[in-house]
Each structure stands twice: as C-alpha cells, then as structure tokens.
Nanobody
C-alpha cells in the first residue's frame, strides 16, 4: 500500500527556514517522481517542486526558485524540501504526492491529476 506522510511544518518568521519531510512507504522512491504542492486559503493547489531520483531531474516553480532545495534520502525512502528565505506568501498547506517517471516538470506539475497518493499535508505559516 503506497503511503506518504509529511512532517516538518510550523510557524516561522519571514526570512526563516523550515525543512519538510515526505516519508514514503509501500514503494521505492527510485521508481517514481515525488512532488511537493501547496495550497493557500482561497487559492488553487500549485506545484512547488519535484524530484525524480532515478535520473536526478528536479523542478522548481519560479516563485520558489533559488530559495527551496529538494533532495532525497533513498535509504530512508524520504524526500526533503528545504525552504529558505521564507516569505508570508509561502504560507500554505504543503503536501507531497507520487507520479510516474516523466512528470517532474512544469507541465507535469501543472495538473494535480498526474499525481496520486497524497499525504495529509503539513501547515507552513510565515508570519512575524
């Protein structure tokens, strides 16, 4: 049974950092793409970043490029999203999900239907 569990969210001041974790079970990271999405109140869910550990492909939305880093620890079957220089507009529920190889791209992340087995999400609040 494929399952993803997010953790690491919280309250942080503008300019601060958080590291989110997406722990996978029931499958091997290398066989899939893991994507991070976020949804702020009243807004549609948007793709933030993804990683394809089999070929090293990564993607970042323009809004987070240069501030967020995505990585994987295959031995732990976990993907991390390091978020630096956080802004109030980064406030959202962050969720991870699984997609087939080939969907780690701007186009692939444009439609949430390309991803499945969503985790429960973790709240990130950036506020002073």
């Amino acid at each position: 049974q494929l399952q993803l569990v997010e953790s690491g969210g919280g309250l942080v001041q503008p300019g601060g950092s958080l590291r989110l974790s997406c722990a996978a079970s029931g499958f091997t990271l290398g066989d899939y793409v893991i994507g991070w999405f976020r949804q702020a109140p009243g807004k549609v869910r948007e793709g933030v970043s993804c990683i394809s550990t089999s070929d090293g492909r990564v993607y970042f939305a323009d809004s987070v490029k240069g501030r967020f880093i995505i990585s994987s620890a295959n031995a732990k079957n976990t993907v991390y999203l390091q978020m630096n220089s956080l802004k109030p507009e980064d406030t959202a529920v962050y969720s991870c999900a699984v997609a087939s190889i080939g969907y780690c791209s701007a186009i692939g992340m444009r439609s949430t239907t390309n991803y499945a087995h969503w985790g429960q999400g973790t709240q990130v609040t950036v506020s002073s």
